[in-house]
């Protein structure tokens, strides 16, 4: 998600926030009427006033706020109440502006309790301070097990709930996991055990049961998802017993990361929609918009160019990194006949494949194998798989199965019931607490270990706390050390329930040197911020900044491991979209050459190269109105998919080759993978000798094991050929304004002439 985009959504917040307020004082007057109209003594009076907030707090006591016009003395008309009725004494109210009243109790309040406050015939519940942050909390109801969720074996399945609130817990057992369907089988009660959690073992072999559970929170009682669920039905209501080892491909005990023992600055990444891959009729790929479309094989255009599986396996990437897989709330799963599109930065079952993406969202396991199929295609076919994770938010806080369980407790809420928002999503989780950092580290490793899952990328980990992104890295690296991790570092304003704790974005970066992070620094001077020109697409002004670029080296951190580089993603204009955007009296010809000369950027500078998909076939995004997209989150295919025909087009065939002889090159050349700002400082010269705002880079032999004597790296972003001084000796050209790749394209010596708006890269061979 992007950093802008948030900044309009936060404004959003605020005028919720206002309707929120209002419509919970409509929702708690109305169901309480009923119950004071009989107790109320003066029913010829109505009150002028109603409640817009009523909060206890431990020093001062229940703080009021009404809407204006209160007269008369509060102490006698307002009355306090507990659960069962009785009556705490007030001892004395302060009334400021006619809005605003302060009670002072005779009796503190017990936290774990509810009460009322009355006023005539309105009655409004009383906010008691969130007590899951504290240490008390935390201490008694840490539960650090690893049998959360439903354990199958063939004799008994093994239920355990964390439910430290609940004062009763029982499963209901059904026959299908669809939500609306009257189907219940049986329930079966659960008992408390340790740390706040409920057990129960029920007999007989339940793979493919259906399940919730029935949790009663101060006398009510919400029927829920397991937050733990491995599988769900449709749309993710009800979750079920599965034995993952019966969704397991044949071969899948061997299946391993093809790219096992590379850094990650060795690792070429590439951002994929599942739809987008084959929503396009030229894809020639049957299973539109499925998992298993990224298992077919021998697939082609009209023409006959590869595609897909084939396609992706032949461009060299090493990981593909697939948009959100998990099971998000957006896409309505049983209307799939209806075309449907949405990124999915929308989580309702974290531990559950996206139903949508299977061909069978009603039958709980099919998601599950095919999910694993995908994977070991994948890894068979050399390329390793990112998963987009987004534990910083949910779909929605108030329907989201943790927090029906544990009221709120996933999410940062005020004592004032208010949603921390600063995701721009309504609600950010509070991973500082001890149950949900288990929980997303738990989520982490279960991908990493059951789909086999080779790096993660972090939405919004600015709103994660370090702590439990280490540990989810540390006990990931325990059994799978080649797992990569690397995130959006954004600095958002939240609301961190606990203090001490520190937030992983990009300027604690130290704190967290096993993640790597986006680098907006490079994006935005390589191609300009929004409406305006970078170093690659015709404003060649922040040379400077790309002396820095080209070493890895970013204000936030000094080695290249930790900076993704890129020039587009989902987020924003395709890099495409954007030249032509800048550049509207560009000839194609030339949009051309500023998108080659941002690719050769990317794969040439220090640090982890990033592409979008289709980047390599000038992919654009263009609405209905002709417009470009900047944030197709929910627009339709037609807008996002991948235009497989347009390689058809010698130049856009050309563009594709380039990328593809890009990979090639950075994949032989160790030299541009350094790691540490060590190797750079002691293998990379920045050349001061070149033409004004051309920037160019020696890298020795033997840097990071480079098989060669030398590189020679060039950018141009001016309009005008450069001459740029070779260092001595006999130099081969590699990359140019027109090839790139592992075949010899011409020789050099003491000088090089690089043409405008483009990269050169030499070799001392
Ligand atoms: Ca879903």
């Known amino acids: 998600m992007r950093k802008k985009y948030l900044k309009i959504s936060k404004r959003f917040f605020v005028a919720s926030l206002v309707a929120l307020i209002t419509l919970g004082v409509s929702a708690c007057g109305k169901d309480e009427v009923k119950e004071t109209t009989t107790n109320a003594e003066s029913e010829s009076e109505e009150p002028d006033i109603v409640f817009a907030t009523a909060v206890y707090d431990e020093k001062k006591g229940v703080v009021v706020r009404v809407t204006p016009g209160f007269t008369g003395d509060a102490k006698e008309v307002f009355v306090i109440k507990d659960a069962d009725g009785n009556v705490v004494p007030i001892t004395d109210a302060k009334v400021v502006a006619d809005t605003n009243i302060t009670f002072t109790l005779g009796e503190e309040m017990d936290l774990y309790g509810e009460y009322t406050i009355n006023y005539g015939n309105v009655t409004h519940s009383i906010l008691l301070p969130v007590l899951y942050s504290r240490e008390e909390f935390e201490d008694a109801y840490t539960y650090e097990g690893e049998d959360l969720g439903a354990t199958w074996t063939k ?253 709120g407790y996933f999410s940062r809420i005020s004592d004032y019931g208010v949603y921390s928002a600063g995701s721009g999503c309504g609600n950010d989780t509070a991973s500082e607490r001890n149950m949900v950092s288990k929980y997303i580290v738990d989520s982490v490793v279960y991908w990493a270990n059951e789909y086999h899952i080779d790096g993660f990328r972090f939405d919004l980990a600015g709103l994660i706390d370090t702590d439990t992104l280490n540990k989810a890295i540390e006990k990931v690296h325990e059994t799978h050390p080649d797992v990569i991790f690397y995130a959006e570092g954004w600095d958002m304003k939240t609301d961190v329930t606990k203090k001490g704790y520190t937030l992983a974005t990009q300027s604690n970066s130290t704190l967290i040197p096993e993640m790597s992070f986006f680098n907006d620094y490079y994006r935005d001077t390589l191609k300009g911020g929004d409406n305006s020109k970078g170093y690659a697409t015709g404003n060649p002004a922040g040379y400077n900044a790309v002396k820095n670029m080209i070493k890895g080296y970013v204000s936030w951190s000094k080695n290249p491991s930790q900076t993704i580089n890129y020039a587009s993603c989902h987020d924003g204009y395709t890099i495409f979209d954007k030249i032509t955007s800048t550049n509207s009296s560009a000839t194609m010809a030339e949009k051309i050459a500023m998108n080659k000369l941002s690719a050769a950027m990317v794969m040439t500078s220090q640090g982890t190269p990033f592409i979008m998909s289709g980047e390599e076939m000038l992919r654009s995004k263009v609405n209905a109105d002709g417009s470009f997209s900047s944030n197709s989150y929910k627009s339709p295919d037609s807008v996002n998919s991948l235009k497989w025909s347009t390689l058809s087009d010698a130049a856009y065939m050309d563009v594709h080759d380039y990328y593809k002889g890009l990979i090639a090159f950075r994949k032989a050349h160790a030299g541009l993978r350094m790691m540490t700002a060590d190797e750079v400082n002691a293998n990379l010269t920045v050349m001061s000798d070149t033409p004004a705002k051309v920037v160019a880079c020696h890298i020795k ?65």
């Open 155 to 407: 004799d008994a399945t093994a239920f355990k709930l964390w439910a430290p609130t609940a004062t009763a817990v029982s499963i209901n057992f059904y026959e299908s996991g669809d939500e609306s369907a009257d189907d219940l089988i049986s329930t079966f009660d659960m008992t408390a055990d340790v740390n706040g959690t409920w057990k129960a073992i029920k007999n007989g072999n339940l793979d493919g049961t259906y399940y919730t559970y029935s949790v009663t929170v101060k006398g009510s009682t919400v029927e829920a998802c397991d937050p733990y669920a491995r599988a769900t039905g449709v749309n993710g209501k009800r979750a079920m017993v599965i034995d993952l080892d019966a969704t397991n491909p044949e071969g899948w005990e061997a299946d391993t990361n093809p790219n096992a023992g590379i850094n990650i600055t060795d690792a070429i990444l590439y951002e994929l929609h599942i739809r987008d891959l084959s929503s396009d009729e030229s894809s020639g790929i049957t299973n539109t918009g499925k998992f298993i479309g990224l298992t077919e094989t021998g697939t082609t255009t009209a023409d006959g160019i590869s595609t897909g599986l084939d396609y992706l396996k032949d461009l060299g990437i090493t990981h593909l990194h697939i948009l959100p897989m998990y099971d998000y709330g957006s896409v309505d799963e049983s209307k799939l006949n209806n075309p449907q599109f949405n990124w999915g930065y929308d989580p309702v079952n974290y531990n559950v494949p996206e139903g949508s993406y299977s061909t069978d969202p009603s039958d709980g396991a099919v998601r599950v194998k095919e999910a694993k199929e995908m994977v070991m295609s994948l890894h068979n076919a050399g390329i390793s798989v990112v998963m987009d994770v987004v534990y910083n938010h949910v779909y929605n806080a108030e329907e989201f199965c943790f927090n029906k369980i544990v009221p």
């Open 701 to 765: 032999g033997g840097a990071n094991g480079e098989t060669s004597k030398g590189l020679f790296v060039i950018y141009n972003g001016t309009s005008s050929e450069a001459t740029v001084t070779l260092p001595a000796g006999n130099w081969t050209i590699y990359i140019n304004e027109e090839k790139a790749g592992t075949t010899a394209l011409g020789t050099a010596n003491a000088t090089v002439n690089v043409a405008k708006v483009s990269a050169m890269v030499l070799v001392q061979e």
